[in-house]
Nanobody
């Protein structure tokens, strides 16, 4: 079964940190490009960070220097380390995988940034 399961979201104060995880199953993880998107209420879904199968990374300008995407192919898991969180980072964060086999979305994990 092709599946992405996100975890690690929650409530954090401004300036705080969270680490999101996305565990993949049913896909050829090592050959897949992995992405983190986010969607806030009333806003379009936006790409936050991406990591290719070869380990190259890319970030939205709004998170550069604060967020870090990484992957562990042995665990079929991609991570998003989020530091110095701001209220505008609050959103549902969704994991996305793409490769020659196709693509799949996770269900998302909610991040709330509030004092």
């Amino acid at each position: 079964q092709v599946q992405l399961v996100e975890s690690g979201g929650g409530l954090v104060q401004p300036g705080g940190s969270l680490r999101l995880s996305c565990a993949a199953s049913g896909i050829i993880f090592s050959l897949s490009d992995m992405n983190w998107y986010r969607q806030a209420p009333g806003k379009q879904r936006e790409l936050v960070a991406a990591i290719t199968s070869g380990g190259f990374t890319n970030y939205a300008d709004s998170v550069k220097g604060r967020f870090t995407i990484s992957r562990d192919n042995a665990k079929n898991t991609v991570y998003l380390q989020m530091n110095s969180l701001k209220p505008e980072d609050a959103a549902a964060y969704l994991c996305h995988a793409a490769g020659r086999w196709g693509s799949v979305w996770g269900q998302g994990t909610q991040v709330t940034v509030s004092s």
